[in-house]
């Protein structure tokens, strides 16, 4: 006995089989982003008061570099999952919806690559 109805065997809208997937991402990312973020209020804190130069080299060091680059990273796909739901569950009207969606993600992209852009500069002394 098919349960579906005729409109979404057309369709062929069904589970979409990403919400597990998508639950998991938020939740791995929320946990990067925890321990990335006390590492960074610790660097900040360490930094605190010093010089120019002392603070671009330390930021500059690959290890640094390398973790900021993480938590950016983290940050943006965690942020971009996040807003995602928010459209998906209050936009309601599709071509709003879809134009929401792209937004969000262009906008994660770009704040995402403009960050790691000024990390490797720093990193690289440009």
Known sequence: MN???????VRSLG???????HFWMQRV???ANLFLGLYLVWLIATLAGAEY????????????????????????IHMRLGMQVVIEDYVHG???????????NFFAILVAA?????ILKLSFGG
């Open 29 to 31: 990312t929320a946990v």
């Open 15 to 21: 589970s979409a089989k990403e919400g597990a997937d």
């Open 94 to 104: 599709e071509g709003a919806k879809i134009v929401c969606l792209l937004t969000n």
């Open 53 to 76: 130069a002392t603070v671009k080299a330390t930021l500059a060091s690959p290890l640094n570099a390398i973790l900021l680059i993480l938590l950016i990273v983290s940050a943006a």
């Open 114 to 118: 403009s960050s790691i852009w000024a």
């Open 3 to 9: 349960m579906r109805t005729p409109l979404k065997n």
